[in-house]
Structures are given as C-alpha cells and as structure tokens.
C-alpha cells in the first residue's frame, strides 16, 4: 500500500502549564523539564466523533477522493463515551462513506497496528481505498489532581488514505503482557448476581517502567527493521515517533546514534494524544511540505499491553 492523503483535527481549547499551575502543585519548568511539554489541546464543548469526521474528510479530499470511494475504515480509539456503536461506524455515517468499518484498541500502538491491518487487506485484494483514523481522549482517562499524570495527556483524531502501491516496505508487531505498569480499569453496570469486587478509577501509570519499556521496545524494533531492509540510521529521512515524552524521544535518538532533527515532534505543543499522535505529526509534515517523495520514514509506538508498532515506510504521494 502507500499513504495517499492525511488530515488531522484538534480540540480549540489550548492549556497551557501556567493554566494548570491554578489548581496543581506544580509549574511550568516542573512539567517541561521531565515532559517536555509546554501546552496540550483539550477537549471541552467538542465531541469526539466531529473531531474524528472532520480528520477523515481533510484526509480523503487530500487523496483526492470523495467519501464513497473508500472501500474499509480502520478506527483506533482507546476510549469515547460510546461503547457501541464503534466510533469507525459514527465517522462513516458522519463523512457519508458506503464501507465496512471496525474498531481496534491497542493503546498508543493503535495507529500502526491498523496501517498494518490494512496493507493485509489491500494485499488480499478486499479493498482500494483504506481509511485509517485514530482519534482519542485520553484527557476524560486521567485524574486532574494527579500532577503525575494529567500534564501528559491531549485530545486529537488524526487520519490517512491509504491505497494500493508499494510504499509500506516492512513492519514489526510486538506484545508483551504487561498489566501493572499502565492501565485504566472501570466497573460495568451492576446486576443482581454480581458478587466478585470491582475496581474504578482513573488511569495508573508507573512513569519509570513506561520509559524504560517504551524506549528499549522502539529502538529495538527500529534497529531490527533497519538491518532486514539493509539501512543505515541516515538513510531514514524522519523518526515518526509516538509523542508520549520529550524524554523518551530524546532517549531513542540517543539510542539510535542520531540528532534530533531526525525526530520531528508535536508533543511540546499537542502533549500525548495515545494513538492519534503519529496520525496527527504525519499530516502536520504532509502539509508542511516536508515530506519528498522517495523519502524513507520509520514510525514507531507504543502503549499499554504493552504493545509496540513499528513500520517502515516510503513516501511516495
């Protein structure tokens, strides 16, 4: 397959540090030294599936098509309000598109996981046109009195068109069960023969376990990708990097030898919007014109499981 349009679409409400200094013990140098983030796009009076609509449409008029011409939709979402419908089947009324749709959670990983799903299905010959969203919350996941955790996080809904060609050159898929160091667990609706104890609350990360885990599980399934396509670090134009951390980006361009101009990001000003957030620097450099046909990329993320994706890719739009 190859990548033949991108779109993207944020929440209007900007938070900066100094916005949260208000109600948390913290500050702007406490967060931007151990994150790197100095404001973050929040959801407020916008609903997810308008934000997730409208990434789709900029991605399909991108690619030059209209909302009947895409064959399958792929939606990474972590969580929404809905539990069902899926948000995929909402985008597709939303957008006016004829297609099946499913919905995947594998956390951060989402984005890359469907890329893969769908390079399978244009293999098979089931489908043309993929649309491949990720669009998430992960504000409505955590405490906004846990400083530890609330600072992180954006909202967003990222997309692309993908279409058969040759552009999607070689991935790797990894998980290892992992629960304790990240999850967010809530009770269902109660019934009269429930008699086992439930659990509620807001997201838990153990923040050193997560680094550790995120930076040796990226940098060595780029490195892997790397010595089967017979690559050298340099010849990857940019590292598309799951925008969780500043630090953990820092930490695998360090591991990979490299500068960071190879390793474009958005999380100073967008923080981590799980899934969404390869989908959302994808479109930004699209439509910045940095991306040149013939140009190699390397996306890699990651996320509770704990999942990893990692492809390699060459931009052919």
């Known amino acids: 397959m190859k990548i033949i349009g991108t779109g993207r679409a944020y929440p209007a409400k900007v938070v900066t540090n100094a916005m949260l200094e208000e109600f948390l013990a913290t500050s702007d140098e406490w967060i931007r030294e151990r994150t ?24 399909i008029e991108d690619a030059g098509l209209q909302p009947t011409d895409i064959d399958y939709i792929i939606c990474s979402n972590v ?32 984005f890359v996981y469907a890329l893969d799903m769908a390079d399978d299905r244009i293999k098979s010959g089931k ?6 969203l990720a669009a998430e919350e992960p504000t409505r996941m955590v405490d906004w009195s846990d400083r530890s955790t609330c600072v992180l996080f954006g909202d967003g809904a990222g997309a692309v068109v993908v279409s058969e060609g040759d552009g999607y050159l070689s991935s790797l898929l990894t998980t290892v069960s992992k629960r304790d160091c990240l999850y967010y667990e809530r009770s269902l609706e109660p019934t009269p023969y429930i008699t086992k104890e439930e659990y509620s609350a807001p997201m838990y990360m153990n923040g050193r376990e997560v680094f550790k885990m995120a930076v040796l599980s990226s940098s060595r399934s780029i490195k ?15 590292y598309v990097l799951h925008q969780a951390n500043m630090r953990i980006i820092e930490a695998v361009a360090n591991q990979m030898g ?13 923080g981590n ?13 699209n439509r910045a014109g940095k991306l040149q046909k013939g140009d190699k990329l390397m996306i890699s993320a990651f996320g ?13 739009k």
């Open 36 to 59: 790197g983030i100095s404001e973050r796009r929040v959801i407020s009076s916008e609903k997810l599936e308008d934000m997730a609509a409208e990434a789709s449409r900029l991605a």
């Open 79 to 110: 969580v929404n309000e809905y539990v069902t419908p899926g948000l995929g089947c909402m985008v597709q009324g939303a957008i006016g598109a004829k297609c099946a749709c499913v919905d995947i959670n594998v956390a951060c990983s989402g």
């Open 127 to 132: 489908a043309k046109n993929i649309l491949v």
């Open 224 to 238: 892997k990708l790397l010595k089967g396509a017979s690559l050298e670090p340099t010849d990857i134009k940019y």
């Open 258 to 270: 490299l500068g960071m101009e190879y390793f474009p990001h958005n999380v100073d000003y967008c």
């Open 273 to 285: 919007t799980s899934s969404a957030s390869v989908a959302l620097l994808l479109d930004e450099l």
């Open 304 to 316: 509770a499981g704990f999942t990893t994706g990692t492809c390699l890719l060459e931009w052919t």
